[in-house]
Nanobody, 115 residues
Framework: QVQLVESGGGLVQAGGSLRLSCVVPRRTFSINVAGWYRQAPGKEREWVASISSGGDTSYAESVKGRFAISRNNAKTASYLQMNSLKTEDTAVYYC?????????WGQGTQVTVSS
């Protein structure tokens, strides 16, 4: 079992930026995808963004043009740069990685955007 370690959440005003980080605490030879979900109070978990092993990125329509996902070359960390934040981006953000048919998750980091 692998527990991903997230950081970077916090409180920010609307229009501001935050950068979330997600670290995989071991060597990652076979990770094929990394990404982020979020869950707002009273809502279902929502996929936000992902990056493939080849570097292809995908985004939910709600964040396209504002968020950017990236990873380091060793694939031991992924990042979510969030710009032009809106109050509706308030949620707990969870990172994940896919290794074969197995997915590992972070514990979640709170992002709160105030108006």
């Amino acid at each position: 079992q692998v527990q991903l370690v997230e950081s970077g959440g916090g409180l920010v005003q609307a229009g501001g930026s935050l950068r979330l980080s997600c670290v995989v605490p071991r060597r990652t030879f076979s990770i094929n995808v990394a990404g982020w979900y979020r869950q707002a109070p009273g809502k279902e978990r929502e996929w936000v963004a992902s990056i493939s092993s080849g570097g292809d990125t995908s985004y939910a329509e709600s964040v396209k043009g504002r968020f950017a996902i990236s990873r380091n070359n060793a694939k031991t960390a992924s990042y979510l740069q969030m710009n032009s934040l809106k109050t509706e981006d308030t949620a707990v953000y969870y990172c994940y990685v896919g290794e074969g048919i197995t997915y590992y998750w972070g514990q979640g980091t709170q992002v709160t955007v105030s108006s």
